[in-house]
């Protein structure tokens, strides 16, 4: 998640490709490498792996998005990890997700990179994404609100300042957080 930044826009960026390597359509890698909870089954087992592999680390994700947490508890190696992925139930809490997201999940995380999703053009027809347009262009256009808490009726948050210095932007200012000067 710490890879997933937010641009001046409220812009989702994806950051962190040190790791990454390109595929071609068919083949197959075998490296065990990145953080172990967004791990897909085949991969913490040490291959052979597709791009069937990101779209479990994208169910992950959006698991924890929702949830507010992990499908799985981490654990202290690949194969503890392992057992804890084959064993645990990665179905969504009913009462927090609708019966779409549910389902898209289920898909994301389906141990069989055979059986999982993993295409895109098959990802943005999801029911789930009913009348949203996955254009970058269009998307690129549309401002977007930045909310710091989930509740409307609590108390407005001030985050520290100092917490944002070094930024190139002032998060503050476009959330509508009051400065506060602390020097």
Request: aromatic content about 10%; hydrophobic content about 35%; charged content about 20%.
């Amino acid at each position: 998640m710490e890879n997933v930044l937010l641009n001046e826009r409220g812009h989702l960026k994806l950051t962190d490709f040190g790791f990454s390597r390109r595929l071609c359509r068919g083949e197959r890698a075998y490296t065990i490498c990145g953080t172990m909870q967004y791990m897909a089954p085949e991969v913490l087992q040490g291959g052979p792996y597709s791009h069937a592999a990101d779209w479990w680390s994208l169910g992950v994700l959006l698991f924890a998005l929702l949830i507010g947490k992990f499908p799985v508890e981490p654990q202290c190696d690949h194969t503890s990890m392992l057992l804890s992925v084959v064993h645990t139930d990665m179905k969504p809490p009913s009462c927090v997700v609708s019966q779409a997201l549910s389902f898209l999940l289920t898909e994301l995380l389906c141990r069989d990179p055979q059986l999982r999703l993993h295409h895109f053009d098959v990802f943005s027809e999801h029911r789930s994404f009913h009348g949203l347009s996955f254009d970058p262009e269009s998307l690129q256009k549309l401002p977007l609100k930045l909310h710091l808490s989930n509740d409307e009726s609590s108390t407005p948050v001030n985050p520290d300042p100092s917490l944002f210095r070094g930024f190139d932007y002032d998060l503050l200012h476009v959330t509508g957080c009051q400065r506060q000067d602390s020097r």
